[in-house]
């Protein structure tokens, strides 16, 4: 099972809260996998589609506390291969789907009297943040997903329309959870991106296990991240550690070749000597072995003078 459905399950076994959090929650369920079927005399009935048997339950409860009434759940065995059923929460009976639809201010009646369509979110339906939060979670069951934390994080939910995808933003904007709308083929997609308004929305829409579980991969992830910088760090100073000591000892070795230690000033023969002796010392290391003993910077300087010798003797050299 993935991440995704995990979360939904989780989501599913909740509590839909109030009457008002019930009516938004189905709301959303309807705006995002629902389809509304126009028959003869201007009656309605409507059809809820998911792949998800926990949502189905969950519908079918939420009209039977809201209405007292049953819904007609249909299984569609999907024929290829590894595809799972379609569960369709049909309800059949004119009046209830009209009654459904107004109070979820889906349909309403234009000036003139008409029956129109509200593809987009009713204010009358998020006026609470119990309400805002109840919908965001029927916005998820019906038509969110959100991906394994171990491979990206990354939070969607698909949109019918452009404008249903902005009010949907917007929504998200409200609780504090930074969400951008984008137009992907033929739907418009409102993704999250950051693991924090992830973790934030989850948190919000009572996915508490599925957070946790993110959170466990976010710290990995930090530490994993902490521990690779750390290592890295640490092997580009070594690197430039052992550079450095191999000119270092070029350059001694150079002057014991060419001119002889023993023409070196006292304080500077013995730090070559040294560095001869112990090539994989640090620089504090060698300045404790001086006598008397000397500073990291003390040793650099010292280090310095010789490289400085062996330039000014190779220059002199190629001048003659």
Same mark, same amino acid.
């Given at each position: 099972?993935?991440? #995704?459905?995990?979360?939904?399950?989780?989501?599913?076994?909740?509590?839909?809260?109030?009457?008002?959090?019930?009516?938004?929650?189905?709301?959303?369920?309807?705006?995002?996998?629902?389809?509304?079927? /126009?028959?003869?005399?201007?009656?309605?009935?409507? !059809?809820?589609?998911?792949?998800?048997?926990?949502?189905? @339950?969950?519908?079918?409860?939420?009209?039977?506390?809201?209405?007292?009434?049953?819904?007609?759940?249909?299984?569609?065995?999907?024929?290829?291969?590894?595809?799972?059923?379609? %569960?369709?929460?049909?309800?059949?009976?004119?009046?209830? #789907?009209?009654?459904?639809?107004?109070?979820?201010?889906?349909? %309403?009646? &234009?000036?003139?009297?008409?029956?129109?369509? +509200?593809?987009?979110?009713?204010?009358?339906?998020?006026?609470?943040?119990?309400?805002?939060?109840?919908?965001?979670?029927?916005?998820?069951?019906?038509?969110?997903?959100? #991906?394994?934390?171990?491979?990206?994080?990354?939070?969607?939910?698909?949109?019918?329309?452009?404008? %249903?995808?902005?009010?949907?933003?917007?929504?998200?904007?409200?609780?504090?959870?930074?969400?951008?709308?984008?137009?992907? !083929?033929?739907?418009?997609?409102?993704?999250?991106?950051?693991?924090?308004?992830?973790?934030?929305?989850?948190?919000?829409?009572?996915?508490?296990?599925?957070?946790?579980?993110?959170?466990?991969?976010?710290?990995?992830?930090?530490?994993?991240? =902490?521990? +690779?910088?750390?290592?890295?760090?640490?092997?580009?100073?070594?690197?430039?550690?052992?550079?450095?000591?191999?000119?270092?000892?070029?350059?001694?070795?150079?002057? !014991? =070749?060419?001119?002889?230690?023993?023409?070196?000033?006292?304080?500077?023969?013995?730090?070559?000597?040294? @560095?001869?002796? %112990?090539?994989?010392?640090?620089? $504090?290391?060698?300045? &404790?072995?001086?006598?008397?003993?000397?500073?990291?910077?003390?040793? +650099?300087?010292? /280090?310095? $003078?010789?490289?400085?010798?062996?330039?000014?003797?190779?220059? &002199?050299?190629?001048?003659?």
């Amino acid at each position: 099972m993935s991440f #995704s459905s995990k979360a939904k399950g989780e989501i599913c076994r909740t509590s839909p809260g109030k009457s008002c959090c019930k009516l938004s929650e189905l709301a959303a369920l309807i705006h995002t996998s629902g389809t509304i079927h /126009l028959e003869g005399k201007g009656q309605v009935n409507i !059809k809820i589609t998911t792949e998800n048997s926990f949502i189905a @339950r969950r519908l079918f409860m939420l009209i039977k506390d809201l209405y007292n009434a049953s819904a007609e759940i249909l299984i569609r065995k999907n024929s290829r291969l590894r595809k799972n059923n379609s %569960y369709i929460l049909h309800i059949a009976k004119p009046g209830l #789907s009209a009654q459904i639809l107004r109070d979820t201010f889906i349909l %309403y009646s &234009d000036r003139n009297g008409n029956t129109r369509i +509200n593809s987009d979110i009713s204010e009358e339906l998020v006026k609470k943040k119990c309400c805002k939060k109840a919908y965001l979670r029927g916005a998820f069951l019906g038509g969110g997903s959100v #991906s394994d934390p171990e491979k990206a994080y990354h939070m969607e939910f698909i949109a019918h329309s452009e404008k %249903y995808g902005e009010s949907l933003c917007s929504l998200l904007n409200e609780l504090n959870v930074n969400a951008k709308l984008i137009v992907r !083929k033929n739907s418009f997609v409102v993704y999250i991106k950051e693991g924090e308004h992830i973790v934030k929305l989850l948190s919000l829409i009572g996915a508490h296990t599925a957070l946790l579980n993110l959170e466990n991969i976010r710290i990995y992830k930090d530490m994993r991240n =902490n521990i +690779n910088r750390i290592v890295n760090c640490e092997t580009a100073n070594l690197s430039k550690t052992v550079n450095a000591a191999v000119k270092q000892i070029e350059n001694i070795e150079y002057i !014991k =070749n060419n001119i002889g230690l023993s023409a070196l000033p006292a304080s500077l023969r013995e730090i070559a000597e040294l @560095r001869l002796r %112990y090539p994989d010392a640090s620089l $504090k290391e060698l300045g &404790d072995m001086t006598r008397p003993a000397v500073g990291k910077s003390g040793v +650099n300087h010292r /280090l310095r $003078k010789l490289e400085r010798i062996v330039e000014a003797h190779k220059k &002199d050299r190629r001048g003659s």
